[in-house]
């Protein structure tokens, strides 16, 4: 009898790592089953280190920024795992199957599942953040302009945006070239603070630091256009000198425009019935089940609507959601396991090679910590173990 399939769509913090669990702790329950790992790039990445990695090769270790999907999964059996280099064109939850474009021959190809679970994440504005094909290319054109830069204008003042704009003012302007900027660097949130995330302390305490490094802070001024329109946003228009007006009524001319704001999550392949206003995936908070499409259908990640957006709440919750799957294919009617967020303050935000701003689980941290955690390398030290599914 040919194995029934557990699909996995998206290959990244989510879909790898549940993957990997249910591979390790699948047990007699995944005895029928094979599990299809589908992504739209070959490779992984650690995400967050964008903000730095960006800015030139030397600052990581490329061998462990980017690393290969395939062969983390060498170490299962063949007939339990198979990794398709491919996009999810289509998925019809009521049929149970999904329409993928695999990239090794650009064919089109049909998946009966038996299990879902959808990991795609979302998509920044910017392709410099972009876990797509097209982040090689941008990053190219941005060191390609970085020298020959005066001015630059970083939109939003989340940590991407601060992050950014901490990484370029050291590089550019030095660790203390604060009072003599070689290059302008603006910040601009529509916010009354930058880290809304943050107690407002902390948030000062980044200003201060970005100022050390030649970092302008705006507040409460909304971008409202910039001409050309696709400036930051598409590759012919990374680097071009875009007109950046605000909604105070001034202008600032800038020689690069990068948008750090929201994200768009990646779900146009399912229906929109399953999606909520914000494109998430309306996903049960405690089962991380998509209740309305039917049995044996879940998402994680980034583009479900169950947590924010952020690397721990996945791991966090890949243990609940694997116990899910594998209680559902081994027939047993016990309850499911419940998944909560921890909502307490929690987020590190590096600012420049040395400094930094955080708390964790409400706990506020010292900028020497918060650089040893992650401004030292941006949690690439933490994405071995994750990558290889040894974590699990
Ligand atoms: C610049 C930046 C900095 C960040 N810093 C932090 C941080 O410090 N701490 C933190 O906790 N979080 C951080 N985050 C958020 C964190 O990166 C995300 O929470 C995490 O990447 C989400 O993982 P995911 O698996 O849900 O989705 P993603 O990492 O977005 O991966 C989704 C995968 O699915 C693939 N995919 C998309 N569509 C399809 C399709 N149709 N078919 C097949 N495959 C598809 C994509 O190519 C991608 O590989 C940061 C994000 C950014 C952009």
Request: hydrophobic share 40%.
């Amino acid at each position: 009898m040919s194995k029934q399939t557990v699909l996995v769509i998206g290959a990244s913090y989510g879909g790898l790592s549940i993957t990997h669990y249910l591979l390790k702790h699948g047990g007699p329950g995944l005895k029928d089953y094979q599990v299809i790992l589908v992504g739209a790039a070959p490779q992984t990445m650690c995400r967050p280190a964008c903000p730095r990695a960006m800015i030139a090769d030397e600052y990581f270790d490329q061998k462990k920024l980017f690393v290969d999907i395939p062969a983390q999964l060498k170490q299962y059996p063949k007939d339990k795992v198979t990794f398709i280099h491919g996009t999810a064109l289509q998925v019809d939850h009521e049929k149970r199957i999904a329409t993928i474009e695999r990239h090794d021959n650009n064919a089109e190809e049909t998946i009966d599942f038996h299990t879902l679970v959808v990991a795609t994440g979302a998509t920044t504005s910017s392709p410099l953040l972009s876990n797509g094909s097209d982040r090689t290319e941008a990053w190219k054109t941005l060191r390609a302009a970085l020298p020959s830069a005066k001015t630059i204008v970083i939109g939003g003042g989340g940590p991407t945006g601060v992050e950014i704009a901490g990484e370029l003012g050291e590089h550019l302007n030095g660790k203390n070239g604060g009072s003599k900027p070689k290059v302008s660097i603006n910040l601009i949130t529509s916010g009354d603070r930058i880290l809304p995330v943050l107690r407002p302390a902390l948030a000062s305490t980044a200003e201060q630091y970005l100022s050390k490094v030649g970092v302008k802070v705006t507040k409460g001024v909304r971008i409202t256009s910039t001409l050309p329109s696709n400036s930051g946003t598409h590759l012919s228009a990374l680097t071009t000198q875009t007109t950046v007006t605000l909604s105070s009524g001034s202008s600032i001319t800038a020689d690069i425009y990068i948008p750090a704001t929201g994200t768009h999550p990646n779900t146009t392949f399912l229906s929109p019935t399953l999606l909520g206003p914000d494109a998430r995936v309306t996903t049960n908070p405690t089962t991380l089940r998509v209740d309305a499409a039917g049995p044996r259908i879940y998402a994680i990640g980034d583009c479900a609507s169950a947590a924010r957006p952020a690397v721990h709440n996945i791991l966090a919750a890949i243990p609940v959601l694997a116990a899910n799957i594998i209680k559902d294919l081994s027939g047993a009617t016990t309850a499911d396991k419940l998944f909560k967020e921890d909502t307490r303050e929690t987020q590190l935000v590096p600012i420049g090679r040395s400094k930094g701003v955080g708390a964790a689980m409400g706990w506020k941290l010292p900028s020497s910590m918060v650089w040893a955690i992650k401004g030292r390398d941006y949690w690439v030290w933490t994405t071995g173990k994750l990558w290889s599914g040894a974590q699990f």
